[in-house]
């Protein structure tokens, strides 16, 4: 899909955002997630603070997204004045329905979206339903950010650990810079079976900063596709109002 192609999955997307935006209340600070499908979650929001009163602040997950929340009206703040989240609302890459893991970071934001979900009291994850996977890595890559410095160093130590390690590149040729103008390496893994375990040999690699792996931080993911909305959370799926 180009990107002059519409996303076949975004009518989807829409739906699944705009019912976790539903879950917003005034009052809340919000955390706001970075994507294609969260994306559809800011617009939501601001045509409720435009038409319903609603009243919020919010912490945007990247640059883009922020520049999205100026412009639709959303009071933005920080950690230093709000260090706690009442929600947050963000896409993933592949979800797990048995454990509701995730691998996130697809859109490069994958280390300020782990910052603002694990600061929130509910993290609820939107996507359509073609996220859904048997298990983890079976779709798309993992990434791992790591700083610039050594970065070649992080890689071979990746590639002991079993994966195909691609730095990220833009069109002209040039690595791929986060926000934190960090470096993202996209790491094929076999399906993995044991992703606390990974997670805690990415984290032991230095220089890694930040992995795609969101274990066990969902409180419940809200996906839509041909047969409707689906909400699922840790202790089961439920019935969508």
Known sequence: MTATQPDPAAAFKQQSAIQAASLVQTGMAVGLGTGSTAKFVVAELGRRIREEGLRITAIPTSIVTEKQAREEGIPLTTFGQQPELDIAIDGADEIEPTTLNLIKGLGGALLWEKIVAAAAAQ?????????????LGLRCPLPVEVIPFGWENAARKLGHLGAQVTPRRIRDGSFFLTDEK????????????????????????????????????????????????????????????
Do not use: W
């Open 123 to 135: 993290f609820v994850v939107v996507a359509d339903a073609s996220k859904y996977v048997d298990h």
């Open 182 to 241: 960090n470096l993202i390496l996209d790491c094929v893994f076999p399906a993995i079976m044991e992703p606390e375990k990974l997670s805690a040999d990415l984290h032991a690699i230095v220089g890694v900063v930040e992995h795609g792996l969101f274990l066990h931080m969902a409180t419940q993911t809200i996906t839509a596709g041909p047969e409707g909305i689906r909400v699922l959370t840790p202790q089961g799926e439920r019935t969508c109002p």
